[in-house]
């Protein structure tokens, strides 16, 4: 399968004014994040989704390719599905989702959720580590339960599934999963997925992945043992970031 990664990139983020801009190790963050999955060396094209011109010259400074998107877009998603109905794009059977603002995304990740897609065992794919106690009851840190086959039953910001016994933490602690925002999918599942409505879970939860879940479209969760870095949302996390990076790219490299 001929496999395209997309990082959809949206200048209007309010938390972080300008993200996709802001510098870490001293160049565009959206650069960086490209840099990364290119290194990968997963997919056979990478390209950056964005609706902003500036954030298409800086990706292009850098040697990356763009493709100017619409800035009506309600998810990273809808971006990656208007990428791939465009011609020059539709002979990708697989599409990979990173987001604009994970330049320390897991290759175990990414390489887990796209298998389970070019595997064929999915039509939608994704990832999961296990989470640590300090945030299982963290509604920032999304959880997902998977089914034996690894087919995902629920994704929630809540705390599940939920111990009614304390009896049985230990089985707990096998079924508790943070879930990272990867994405991989086969292009038709992809583009039934943006042509849904969305769904009440999805609007209760604020988490676009159900709405596919509800419709039937059964999606993959790779499991992996990575120890999560995180996305950058805020001025903490790009501080962070730039603190950490030196030794990421020693570790990368």
């Given at each position: ?14 938390r972080l004014p300008r993200k996709p801009l802001r510098l870490l190790g001293g160049r565009p963050l959206v650069v960086r994040v490209w840099e990364r ?217």
């Amino acid at each position: 399968m001929k496999t395209l990664a997309v990082i959809p990139a949206r200048l209007g983020a309010t938390r972080l004014p300008r993200k996709p801009l802001r510098l870490l190790g001293g160049r565009p963050l959206v650069v960086r994040v490209w840099e990364r999955v290119s290194a990968l060396g997963l997919a056979d094209r990478c390209v950056v989704a964005t609706d902003s011109e500036e954030v298409a010259a800086a990706v292009r400074a850098a040697g990356a390719e763009v493709v100017l998107t619409s800035a009506a877009h309600p998810s990273g998603t809808d971006r990656v599905a208007e990428v791939a109905e465009q011609p020059g794009f539709r002979g990708y059977d697989a599409i990979v989702n990173v987001q604009g603002d994970e330049p320390f995304v897991a290759a175990e990740a990414v390489r887990g959720a796209l298998g389970v897609v070019t595997g064929g065992h999915f039509p939608l794919g994704t990832a999961a580590t296990p989470v640590t106690p300090a945030v299982q009851t963290t509604p920032h840190v999304v959880k997902v339960v998977a089914a034996d086959d690894g087919r995902a039953m629920y994704f929630s910001r809540a705390a599940i599934p939920f111990l009614r016994d304390a009896a049985d933490a230990e089985l707990l602690r096998a079924r508790v999963w943070q879930h990272i925002g990867v994405y991989a999918y086969a292009r038709d599942a992809l583009l039934r997925w943006v042509t849904l409505p969305p769904h009440p879970l999805e609007l209760i939860e604020r988490l676009e992945q159900l709405r596919p879940l509800a419709a039937g479209l059964a999606m993959g969760v790779a499991r992996t043992e990575v120890v999560l870095r995180g996305g950058i949302d805020t001025e903490e996390d790009l501080e962070r970031a730039n603190a950490d990076w030196p030794a990421f790219i020693a570790e990368w490299n």
